[in-house]
């Protein structure tokens, strides 16, 4: 195989990749969950998606570029188990969070107004984007060490292309994503949604964790 035909199709096996592992519910579900309970803009749902996304195919490339250097095997490994990790980590920060949503719902039932100062201290938002982009940097994508040892043969430009190729399609695959569930998340209103959104946004976080970490026992 020509170096042409290489480069091309491992840029397109870059872009499938990046496109279709993006469509399991970890990379999107969580990050819809959260904007539509704390009632995102949709430019801060899109710049979230865009963060947790970027720290998500960084961290792939960078396992990815340390196994070029010091053995396949030893990188995929820790890829591997760091994805077990998220996995328990997306199930402790669903928790977690549903746990916030319950307190705070009966806080403001029993006090029969809005508590600002009890907002103030414990308001997550700010926590959430931090946390999430972290569960997603402890997330990679292990498949992308093979395209990236099929590339050696290559020219540097050229398996930088493959890298930006791959770390576009999954970035831009998340964002859109997160889009579409953002817009039919908000075609369901009703009171008991907006009382307790928060849980709701905790538990199916919890479901998608659990999923994750089943799949990948």
């Known amino acids: ?13 870059a872009i499938s990749i990046g496109a279709l592992h993006s469509l399991a519910p970890d990379h999107w579900v969580p990050i ?30 960078a396992l ?3 196994a ?4 396949a095997q030893l990188f995929q490994s820790i890829g591997e188990r760091m994805v077990s990790v998220a996995g328990l980590l997306m199930i402790g920060f ?4 549903a746990i916030w949503g319950l307190r705070h719902t009966f806080a403001h ?13 414990h308001d997550p938002s700010n926590v959430s984007v931090w946390s999430l982009f972290l569960i997603y940097c402890a997330d990679p994508c292990v498949a992308v060490i093979p395209i990236l040892f099929a590339a050696a043969p290559l020219t540097t430009m050229e398996t930088i292309s493959i890298v930006v190729a791959y770390e576009v399609a999954t970035v831009g695959a ?18 008991w949604i907006e009382r307790f959104g928060d849980p709701i946004a905790g538990g199916l976080i ?7 970490a089943i799949l990948d026992w």
Not at 181 to 190: D, E, I, V, Y
Not at 206 to 212: D, N, P
């Open 206 to 212: 919890v479901a998608t964790g659990i999923m994750v």
């Open 64 to 66: 990815g570029l340390l």
């Open 94 to 97: 669903g928790l977690a969070y």
């Open 32 to 61: 819809a969950a959260i904007a539509r309970a704390r009632n995102w803009s949709r430019g801060k749902a899109l710049r979230v998606a865009f963060l947790c996304g970027f720290g998500h195919v960084t961290v792939s490339v």
């Open 1 to 13: 195989m020509s170096t042409n035909s290489l480069f091309a199709s491992l840029a397109l096996a």
């Open 68 to 71: 070029l250097s010091f053995g």
């Open 174 to 191: 998340m964002v859109v994503l997160v889009a579409v569930a953002q817009s039919g998340a908000q075609l369901f209103k009703a009171k």
């Open 109 to 121: 039932r029993l006090h029969g107004h809005h508590h600002h100062h009890y907002d103030h201290v």
